[in-house]
Each structure stands twice: as C-alpha cells, then as structure tokens.
C-alpha cells in the first residue's frame, strides 16, 4: 500500500535492526484517515474470505481493525492483555511473549463474542515473531471460530512470524512489508 509505505518513509523510525517506531501516526499518536485508507484496503483484500468477523489485539490494532470493521461492516472483538475485576465468565487465555515488552502477558478472550463457526479476520499493526497472532488465533479457534486470515498493518518479513503463520496455512496480508531495516533505514 503505496500511501502507507510513504508515510513509513517519512514519519518512522528503525530504532535498530529489529524495532521500528511508527509512533506519530499508528501506535501513539494516530492518523484516522491513514487507518481508514488501511481498514478499506484489508476489506479489498478480504472481500472473498466471507469474513463474518473482525477481531484484534488491544491496543495499537484497535484502530486498523476498527476501520476494517467499518469497511466490511462487521463486528469487532478486541482480545485484551489485561483483566480487569468485571471480566469473569466465560473467559479463555493464552500466554504470549510480547515483543515490545520482552515479558508475557495473557491474552484473554470472553468467548460470548465469538460465535462458533464464525470466520474471523484477526488485524493487528505489527507482525514480527508472530507470537500475538498465534496467541490471537489460538484463543478464537478454542471458541469455535474458523480464520479467514491475518492482516497485519505492518510485517516485518526479516522475522519469523509471516512464514511461520503461512506455514502453518493461514492467509496473511500485509500493507507494508519490511524486508530490511537498520538504523534509520527502512527498506520494502
Ligand atoms: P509478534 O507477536 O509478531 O512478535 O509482535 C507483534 C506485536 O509486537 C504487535 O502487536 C506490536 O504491538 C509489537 N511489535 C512488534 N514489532 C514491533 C515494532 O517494530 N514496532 C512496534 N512499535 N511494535 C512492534
């Protein structure tokens, strides 16, 4: 997605080989009509899947999977990476590594929202390892769900997680595939 690999250029960071900050428009500061330009192109690049569903990591890929959403009209489901005191029943959870925070956390899902036989198109910003999204897909399987897919807003495809998920025969797009970083260079 050409709009969205200018931007990269022009507004991210690579910290290093590994991190790229794209924090002025997607994970801190967020640009809304750049994330309906991408909620619009997942829904193009979906439009065959029969996605009955979306769902996504909380926080940075609530705004792509939103306006996703939005594009296909479906609802959403945002898998949380804490639990709060009023989120009890019915819950599942899984570990998964986090990558900005080399630390686990678990992934909780309250499987009300999931309707078995549902076919969901799980969002996120980043892939990297592919940790979330396993975790992701993991926890929406246990529910009943099929996966039409994985759309990630950004992939770095030097790291694992893309061939793994691919591998494993899932459908994975991503909008800008990173093939190479290093400090402040960024190739696709
Ligand atoms: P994975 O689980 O695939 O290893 O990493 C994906 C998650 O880690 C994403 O949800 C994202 O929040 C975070 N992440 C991975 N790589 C990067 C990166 O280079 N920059 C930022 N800002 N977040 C990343």
Redesign the pocket.
């Known amino acids: 997605m050409e709009l969205l690999k200018q931007r990269i250029l022009k507004d991210g960071r690579a ?1 290093s080989e ?6 002025s428009f ?2 801190h500061q967020v640009d809304v009509k750049l994330m309906q330009a991408c909620g619009e192109e997942f829904a193009r690049r979906f439009a065959d899947a029969g996605v009955t569903r979306i769902a996504t ?1 909380e926080s ?2 609530i705004a792509p999977a939103a306006m996703t959403a939005l594009a296909m009209d479906l609802p959403l489901v945002i898998l949380k990476k804490s639990v709060s005191s009023i989120l009890k029943d019915g819950i599942i959870q899984r570990e ?5 925070k080399n630390a686990p956390y678990l992934l909780t899902l309250k499987t009300h929202f999931v309707t078995p036989g549902d076919n969901v198109l799980l969002i ?12 992701g897909i993991a926890l929406l399987e246990k529910a009943g769900a099929k996966i039409a897919g994985v759309g990630a807003v ?1 992939a ?1 495809t030097f ?1 694992p ?1 893309m061939d793994k998920l691919r591998a494993a025969g899932y459908r994975v797009e991503a909008l800008a595939p990173v093939k190479a970083m290093s400090e402040g260079k960024i190739e696709f």
């Open positions: 910290l590994q991190v790229l900050l794209v924090d997607l994970n990591i940075s890929g998964v590594f986090s990558f900005t996120d910003d980043f892939l990297a390892n592919g940790e979330a999204a396993f975790g950004i770095k790291q997680g």
